[in-house]
């Protein structure tokens, strides 16, 4: 029994991110830090998809002197996790921006960040 | 090139293409940017419908593969019949949206690019079939939404925005990830090869990958408690947007869970529970809801849920093999008629709201002065209620059909209580705005009221579609309709008697028409009804004014008489029924005294309408047919049907105990239409159950039931009558008299006998004559004397003598009294009561005839024969207290004459009824075996007649001398402080505690603590505290709850 393979650290990493972005959310009564616990769920999210996507001992999927056409189906990583998180790095990025902007509006019209003075609709 | 054009990827050519441009053309100025925008989303609209189209005249579902190679490699997009309907619904929506929106969106290039990518993205959502790309749709609808929602500036419209981002945030990340670990179970991101291999996904991950997919769809379709998020944003939006995420949005998810429902068929009543506690809770708390966006979100969520619901149960359905016949039509009428209802019902409601800008529904603005939107917002409530002629009526009778054959009475309960939930806080909202004082002010033709119009028209254009689809026997069924769409139209350009004339001509004719070919019993009912109908419509000539769409509503009605007795199916007859229902509804909402009483009426009505619908599935079910004629062959299982169908038709037919809508809807209609209302339409639920009494004699409980029923209507009879009596308002004594009537009606259905029903048909005929003359002759006094109050009437006799004749003629008709008919309706009763050996309630509804008379003597007392009362005098020496006109007049002249013509001359009634009931009837039912006419000759009337007469009369002289020898007494003095002025009206004050103690209003106050306890489940309210980190929180325990819930139940 060897070390694990990097894969279980990414996975690990992944879910602890997620753990500590939900924690964050949820605790947070500031709407940046609670931005910030969605970007930690976001990441972790991502590392979570790309360790399933890796096989112990592969390399990356390109054709060249280190992967013969012949070992691409079994030694490489399989791109398609990477290619998903690739989309949806850009996707959580254009969610984060749009809700930093709605931050700094809603700064704008009480002064403050704290969800605490944005509860006005209920019932 | 056009075939090209039309590809339905031009559509995302044009999403993402027009939103390149529209910065460039930005630059060029203002109607390049406009034309740009349209251009774009029209063309969106245009290639999808025509893609429909040509599938629907048989043309293949288009696959579009992209990169060149096959799927799973490539992302492969798909355009069927289920895509097509789906895209050209949502983008025809959109494009009315966005002339909803335009004030909002025009000059800012930024806004429209969102609005065309938003729109965009649903269709990339509707047709991809790669679940990546799916996510990535999602995402683009997600961003757009988010854009769109800073539209609106308030601080509140801001807030609620981000608390939509969060939760929806939420529910894409565990989207993200549940593709993901989907794919790494699988290998596979396209749908059609998840699909293919969902019974090898299993193991930890995969199923937790379904779960979480699962639950991200439904987060995202709002469901309960996890949807405050959703409440605040429909609540606080711009309308425009509101409506997008309400019926936009929620399209693309939909679609999304449609096309993935089989991945979750082990968790399909884990889904079916969570979308009915949605349905259930949204409707209940929405009849607390004051603000109307946020009502008309609730109303939203509760649709979305309901759809949902149906497509997991029929899906379930079809996994267990119930098949029935026609099942794939009545899935497409289902979905689709729900989906296209809701999408352009509630868009149109956001649009309408936004247009006439009052928040709370309590300060809604009157719409009298535009007739146009008034229509209009009449026909999306109706189709937002589910009735016809609606797409979503269709949907929901198919619904109900389906969970009635395969034996889930308990989800058709929960969707029809959730219904009407929903319908008392939309139509009390539809009844404040007809009460309001205030006009509203004139919206913008293009961005307000044109959208509005648009949804409502297609919505009956897609109402009749789906009619077609249902299998309607004939279209003539919409003949009404035709007719009172016809007579709208001209509506605002005649004079109100032109319009009366035209509309009795109109009746006349289509009448006619409708009932040709009816025989027996069918004949008979549409021969009276519609005569009757014409003869007390004509009195509508005694008004001069406009009286808008009056007359059109009133066509509507009588029309729907015969179509009602050529119905063939259940669905001929619910339809029909439930236009008599809307048609009455709208008809009372035009007397603005009626306001307080329209929603008791419909509400009942519906509740009614609800069980009816029940038992014509039930008997579907049963017999496994739709014919009426089936309801004759019904074998011994067939009292569940009659108990649903009887209980539909006592409610509408004001029986005891659920009689509290009654008085309050025939008094305070306009005059003339009381008397059409309790003269002709409160025959309708006696056809009814005329028509569903056969189940009641082939089942095996036949009896019991019938001798139920035979007490409920005692028991009405006696109530009526107590209640009546102690009125002191003309109108709500003849209301209550109606009332009491009808009992005797339904006692002599219930005798189940040739007898009986001959009888019924008789008493049907003579209460018809009765009540014509007497509510249009208290509409002549009301004309007159100005007042509807026994203590302000009085000594009319000498200044309305023509009306005191008439009157005087239908009191003696109507008491049973010798020579007139009732008489031989009366005894005809008896006879048959004896027959049966219901010896009690022959004895009991004896005792009611002596009240009647007592409530009969004091109308006539009380209009005519006792002094006028002081404070009235002014009246007659003013000349004002003359005769009534002669448009009332001679309307109860002519009924009058008939009931002295069918009084000396029985046979020519009572041959046609027994020829008509014979044929009906199996021979063993025929009285004693004897034809009618020996039945004659073999009674001998005058014995008992001399034995009632004698026995009522004795009755009333004990009453007069225990009034006699207390009359004295100083209590009594008290509390009648010594106003009534004469002999008769102080015997009446005497017995009026005694009354009170009979006529306790326990009914009232029974469906009043029913209302307040159901109102106060609303209190569920309470977990929407407007904070955005609980309503994550609440998304977070939605995911457990659903991976906990469905781990634990086995795939």
């Not at chain 1, 976001?42 to 360790?51: K, N, P, R, Y």
């Not at chain 2, 031009?10 to 053309?25: E, K, Q, R």
């Not at chain 2, 790669?130 to 769109?148: A, K, M, P």
């Not at chain 2, 919409?478 to 509309?503: N, R, T």
Request: net charge neutral; charged share 10%.
């Amino acid at each position: 029994m060897g070390f694990p393979p990097v894969s279980h650290l990414v996975l690990a990493t992944g879910c602890s991110l997620v753990l500590i972005g939900f924690y964050g959310m949820l605790t947070h009564r500031n709407i940046l830090r609670i931005i910030i616990g969605f970007s930690l769920i976001d990441t972790g999210i991502h590392m979570i998809l790309v360790a399933t996507g890796y096989i112990t001992g592969g390399t990356a999927p390109i054709i060249d002197e280190a992967l013969s056409l012949d070992a691409a189906a079994t030694r490489s990583v399989d791109p398609i996790p990477s290619a998903l998180v690739v989309t949806a790095i850009v996707i959580g990025l254009s969610v984060t921006a749009i809700m930093l902007a709605y931050a700094i509006r809603l700064y704008e019209t009480k002064q403050t960040l704290s969800l605490d003075a944005f509860t006005e609709s209920k019932w | 090139m056009v075939a090209s054009l039309l590809h339905p990827l031009t559509i995302f050519i044009l999403g993402l293409g027009g939103g390149f441009v529209l910065p460039l053309v930005y630059r060029l100025g203002k109607t390049w940017l406009k034309a740009t925008f349209f251009l774009a989303l029209s063309g969106m609209a245009l290639v999808s419908a025509l893609g429909l189209v040509r599938l629907l005249l048989g043309g293949d579902a288009i696959d579009i593969l992209t990169a060149g190679s096959l799927p799973p490699v490539s992302i492969s997009l798909r355009f069927g019949l289920w895509e097509g309907f789906f895209t050209a619904s949502v983008n025809c929506v959109a494009l009315l949206g966005a002339l909803r929106l335009w004030p909002r969106l025009s000059g800012r290039y930024a806004a429209m690019l969102l609005y065309l990518i938003f729109v965009m993205g649903i269709n990339g959502m509707v047709m991809t079939r790669d679940l990546f790309n799916l996510f990535v749709f999602l995402e683009i609808v997600s961003i757009g939404t988010y854009g769109l929602l800073s539209l609106e500036e308030t601080p509140a419209a801001l807030a609620a925005a981000f608390k939509y981002i969060m939760a929806t945030v939420l529910a894409s990340t565990f989207f993200l990830l549940a593709t993901g670990l989907l794919y790494y179970a699988t290998g596979t991101l396209n749908i059609d090869g998840l699909l293919a291999q969902r019974e090898a996904i299993g193991g930890p991950i995969g199923a937790m990958a379904l779960l979480l997919l699962l639950g991200a769809l439904l987060v995202e379709l709002k469901p309960f408690p996890a949807n405050g998020w959703g409440l605040d944003v429909y609540e606080t939006a711009t309308d425009g947007v509101a409506a997008l995420v309400s019926v936009g949005v929620s399209a693309g998810v939909f679609f999304a869970l449609f096309k993935l429902e089989p991945l979750f068929a082990g968790q399909r009543n884990l889904i079916a529970w969570s979308c009915g506690l949605t349905f259930v809770a949204a409707n209940l708390i929405g009849l607390r809801q004051r603000l109307v966006q946020r009502l008309l979100g609730y109303s939203s969520i509760g649709q979305m849920a309901l759809m949902v619901l149906a497509l997991v149960l029929l899906r379930r359905q079809e996994a267990d093999g119930v098949e029935s016949g026609g099942a794939d039509v009545a899935f497409a009428l289902v979905i689709g008629g729900l989906f296209l209802n809701h999408l352009l019902a509630k868009a149109g409601l956001f649009w309408l709201a936004g247009a006439i800008g009052a928040r709370e529904w309590t300060s809604w603005p009157s719409l009298a002065g535009r007739p146009l939107l008034l229509l209009a917002f009449a026909i999306l409530l109706v189709a937002i209620a589910g009735l016809p002629p609606f797409p979503g009526f269709w949907g929901k009778w198919e619904l109900v059909n389906a969970l009635a054959g395969s034996g889930d009475y308990g989800w058709i309960v929960l969707i029809l209580f959730g219904s009407l939930c929903e319908a008392v806080y939309l139509f009390r909202w539809f009844g404040a705005c007809l009460q309001a004082p205030r006009p509203a002010a004139v919206p913008a033709f293009f961005s307000g009221e044109l959208p509005v119009l648009v949804a409502a028209l297609l919505l009956v254009i897609a109402g009749l579609a789906a009619a077609g689809l249902a299998g309607i026997s004939s279209f003539w069924l919409f003949l009404p309709l035709a007719a009172g769409a016809a007579l709208a139209v001209i509506d605002p350009i005649l004079p109100g008697q032109v319009k009366c004339a035209l509309m009795l001509a109109l009746v006349l004719a289509g009448g006619l028409f409708l009932s040709q070919g009816l025989d027996g019993m069918r004949g008979l009912f549409a021969a009276l009804l519609l005569s009757g109908g014409l003869v007390i419509a004509s009195a509508g000539f005694y008004r001069t004014d406009a009286r808008p769409f009056h007359h059109a509503l009133l066509a509507v009605l009588l029309l729907a008489l015969p179509a009602l007795l050529r119905a063939e199916t259940g669905l001929d007859f619910f339809v029909t029924f439930e236009i008599i229902t809307l048609a009455s509804y709208f008809l009372i909402a035009r007397s603005p005294a009626a306001a307080p009483h329209l929603l008791p009426f419909l509400l009942f009505s519906l509740a009614a309408a609800f069980f009816l619908l029940t038992g014509f599935a039930a008997h579907r079910a049963a017999s496994g047919t739709d014919a009426l004629t089936a309801l004759g062959s019904a074998g011994a299982d067939g009292a569940l049907t009659f108990v649903l169908l009887a209980s539909g038709f006592l409610i509408k037919a004001g029986a005891l105990g659920v009689h509290v809508w009654l008085p309050g809807a025939y008094a305070e209609a306009e005059d003339d239409v009381s008397a059409l209302l309790s003269a002709v339409i409160s025959k309708v639920p006696i056809i009814g159950l005329l028509t569903g009494a056969y189940l009641a004699i082939r089942s095996q409980n036949a009896f019991g039931l019938a001798h139920g029923m035979g007490w409920i209507g005692l028991l009405t009879v006696i109530g009526g009558a107590a209640m009546a009596l102690r009125e002191d308002d003309v109108k709500r004594m003849l209301a209550y008299s109606s009332m009491s009537q009808l009992g005797y009606i339904v006692i002599a259905i219930a005798l189940m006998s040739h007898i009986g029903w001959v009888t019924a048909l008789y008493l049907v005929a003579n209460h018809l004559m009765v009540k014509g003359i007497l509510f249009l002759a208290v509409a002549g006094v009301t004309l007159r004397a100005g007042s509807r109050q026994f203590a302000d009437l009085g000594g009319l006799m000498r200044s309305m003598p023509f009306t005191f004749v008439a009157v005087l003629i239908a009191v003696i008709a109507m008491s049973g009294l010798p020579p007139l008919m009732g008489f031989g309706g009366k005894w005809l009763l008896v006879q048959g009561m004896a027959d049966q050996e219901w010896y009690a309630l022959a004895v009991l509804s004896l005792v009611a005839t002596g009240l009647g008379f007592l409530y009969m003597i004091r109308l006539v007392h009380g209009l005519f024969l006792k002094p006028q009362p002081p404070n009235r005098a002014e009246l007659s020496s003013a000349g004002s207290l003359r005769e009534a006109p002669i448009a009332l007049l001679l309307p109860q002249y002519a009924l009058a004459a008939a009931i002295l013509l069918l009084s000396f001359y029985p046979s020519l009634v009572m041959e046609p009824i027994a020829a008509a009931i014979d044929p009906a009837f199996s021979a063993g039912l025929v009285w004693r075996g004897m034809s009618l006419q020996e039945i004659y000759g073999y009674w001998n009337p005058r014995p008992l007649m001399i034995v009632i007469v004698a026995a009522v009369m004795s009755a009333i002289a004990l009453l007069a001398m225990l009034y006699w020898f207390r009359r004295k007494d100083a209590r009594f003095l008290r509390s009648t402080g010594g106003k009534e002025s004469d002999a008769l009206s102080r015997f009446f004050a005497f017995y009026e505690p005694m009354l009170g103690v009979l006529v306790r209003p326990m009914a009232s106050r029974f469906w009043n603590n029913v209302a307040r306890g159901v109102e106060a489940l609303g209190c569920l309210r309470r977990v929407y505290d407007g904070d955005g980190q609980t309503y994550a929180l609440y998304v977070l325990y939605y995911f457990l709850a659903l991976y906990f819930l469905g781990s634990a139940i086995p795939i």
